[in-house]
């Protein structure tokens, strides 16, 4: 069974701190992606990236950095964490592109920033 | 900019009944449709992928597309209290390979 891991699965962090957030998948899969979930919105993308070294910007880039060391892992990067970043944070992996392929969603990671 | 829109936002069926959930797009040239559920605290597993107009059954979840109406439906068979989630509808189109949007989900509850 696909596996993507998040870490960590809570996290409190104060306004203007360095949070980083951790995706680790062992599906083999070339396509990785950063999700944000807020009531009343939905999931928006934020980074996504297709291969090692190299991410893209999804559609609410602004706050967030992306880093993609190796193909399994994937990570988060508020350099600066404001109190709008206050959400649950989803990484998900894919075989191919969303438009022909399923996501596998990790548990989520639910961020407080107080 | 493709619009994705649930309704009803929340719904509440007795065990056994069954259970119509409605997805919304705005974009005719979308051809690719997924069901996802999330549990409380857990992430999201995708129950039914369809592509084209017509019906696809994956056990007790069927996926009915209508793309002329821009409509996907989610019906589920004999729903059991452990079916109680968030249903989430997820709409991408083939010419862009990395662009899925989500709807806002349909809050499903069902009562033993």
């Known amino acids: 069974e696909a596996a993507v891991t998040q870490s960590p699965r809570s996290k409190v962090a104060v306004t203007g701190g360095k949070v980083t957030l951790s995706c680790h998948q062992t599906?083999?899969?070339?396509?990785m992606y950063w999700y944000r979930q807020d009531t009343g919105h939905g999931l928006r993308l934020i980074h996504y990236?297709?291969?090692?070294?190299?991410?893209e910007k999804g559609d609410i880039p602004d706050g967030y950095k992306a880093s993609r060391p190796s193909q399994e892992n994937f990570s988060l990067i508020l350099e600066l964490a404001s109190l709008s970043q206050t959400a649950v944070y989803f990484c998900?992996?894919?075989?191919?592109?969303?438009?022909?392929?399923?996501?596998?969603f990790g548990h989520g990671t639910k961020l407080s920033v107080l | 900019q493709q619009k994705v829109q649930q309704s009803p936002e929340s719904l509440t069926v007795s065990e056994g009944a069954m259970a119509s959930l409605n997805c919304t797009f705005s974009?005719?040239?979308?051809?690719?449709f997924r069901w996802y559920r999330q549990h409380s605290g857990k992430g999201l597993e995708v129950l039914v992928s369809?592509?084209?107009?017509g019906e696809k059954e994956e056990g007790s979840f069927t996926a009915h597309l209508n793309r002329a109406s821009l409509h996907v439906f989610l019906h589920i068979r004999e729903p059991q209290p452990s079916d109680s989630a968030l249903y989430l509808c997820?709409?991408?189109?083939?010419?862009?390979?990395?662009?899925?949007?989500f709807g806002k989900g349909t809050h499903l509850h069902v009562l033993p």
């Open positions: 369809i592509f084209s107009d």
């Open positions: 997820a709409v991408s189109i083939g010419t862009n390979a990395y662009k899925v949007i």
């Open positions: 599906n083999n899969h070339d396509y």
């Open positions: 990236s297709y291969v090692a070294d190299s991410t």
């Open positions: 974009d005719r040239s979308s051809d690719n």
């Open positions: 998900a992996s894919s075989a191919g592109t969303v438009s022909n392929e399923r996501l596998f």
